[in-house]
């Protein structure tokens, strides 16, 4: 059976993998462990344990939504406000928790749940060790944490990222690597979900030691940090950060309605134009706007871009 590694976090991963688990193949999702932004920032903080929000992300992904469709309800269940201190907190996110607590760290709680949730594939964290992500600016300007990494001014864009302390890679995450036959590098959030794994000691070398093609699926949109990018600029900054050049891109080319402009546009997001041709660069229309809690979204079309992934093994 075929073996595909996807690496990120956050929605764009989560988009891939719900595509990608209807295929026959060996799924793994290698996590980004940085995240320090809302409850998941506060439980971080609150039980010293590492990020569990894209984890759960990913394990809603890759269940079987018609069997488990009352479960994942739950797990995506946050707390109205005014409720004791519990406020907007994600059960989901809360039973990961405790399952780390009770497994002893957020790799074996990550594999209890995905047992009670018959996953399909496996989920491993980047790394077990706690670190921060930081970033200098062009103009010298220095943003400690993913969250603050994520969002800087729109007219800053990032020189350099790092960790402190330093962070060594998942064994299991390593070995995946590894033995894949194909890695995907996820869209989402450039620095703070991607790139950032690429820092972790022994990520680069795990990925030099594999003989997998490399897949990179460009951003649909823009956002602080790369304000005005091109495709070409995202992928100018994954091969920095990866150390060798992919084998193939993936990019949407279909436009976005004037709502989803004027919606992104209030939010320092633009179209991520793809400036870029060749053999190697696959262009279709992979664009869904999505109307989620009462608000325009742009998303990947998850089994398009699965079927082209699918194509390339």
């Known amino acids: 059976m075929k073996k595909i590694v996807t690496i990120g976090g956050g929605t764009g991963q989560y988009t891939l993998l719900r595509?990608?688990?209807?295929y026959d193949v060996e799924l793994s999702a290698v996590v980004s462990m940085f995240d320090d932004a809302g409850n998941t920032g506060?439980?971080?903080t609150a039980f010293g344990i590492l990020p569990p929000g894209d984890l759960?992300?990913?394990l809603l992904a890759l269940?079987?939504?018609s069997e488990l469709k009352d479960v994942m309800k739950l797990l995506q269940y946050r707390f109205p406000e005014g409720q004791n201190g519990l406020s907007n907190y994600s059960l989901g996110n809360l039973i990961l928790t405790a399952f780390t607590d009770i497994e002893g760290d957020i790799a074996k709680g990550v594999k209890t749940c995905s047992k009670v949730l018959g996953v399909k594939g496996n989920i491993f964290p980047a790394s077990l060790d706690n670190s921060n992500l930081y970033a200098e600016t062009f103009n010298g300007i220095l943003l400690k944490g993913q969250k603050n990494v994520s969002y800087p001014n729109s007219n800053e864009w990032i020189r350099k990222i790092w960790l402190e302390p330093e962070a060594y890679i998942y064994n299991e995450s390593a070995e995946a690597i590894r033995n894949a036959d194909l890695i995907v590098l996820c869209p989402g959030?450039?620095?703070?979900?991607?790139?950032?794994?690429?820092?972790?000691?022994?990520?680069?070398?795990?990925l030099q030691n594999?003989?997998?093609k490399i897949v990179y699926v460009s951003n649909l949109v823009t956002k602080q940090g790369t304000y005005g990018f091109k495709v070409s600029n995202f992928l100018k900054e994954v091969e920095k950060y990866i150390g060798k050049k992919v084998d193939y891109v993936i990019c949407n080319t279909k436009k976005p309605t004037q709502r989803i402009v004027d919606k992104y546009k209030a939010e320092e997001s633009s179209f991520a134009e793809p400036d870029l041709d060749g053999e190697n660069i696959i262009k279709e229309d992979l664009l869904l706007e999505l109307e989620i809690n009462?608000?325009?979204?742009a998303r990947h079309d998850s089994e398009k871009v699965a079927r082209l992934i699918m194509g390339l093994l």
Do not use: H, W
């Open 210 to 212: 594999s003989k997998s």
């Open 294 to 297: 009462g608000k325009m979204t």
């Open 63 to 65: 269940s079987d939504e």
């Open 56 to 58: 759960r992300n990913c």
């Open 42 to 44: 506060q439980l971080r």
């Open 189 to 206: 959030d450039l620095y703070g979900s991607l790139l950032s794994n690429f820092l972790i000691k022994g990520f680069k070398e795990a």
């Open 19 to 22: 595509g990608l688990k209807k």
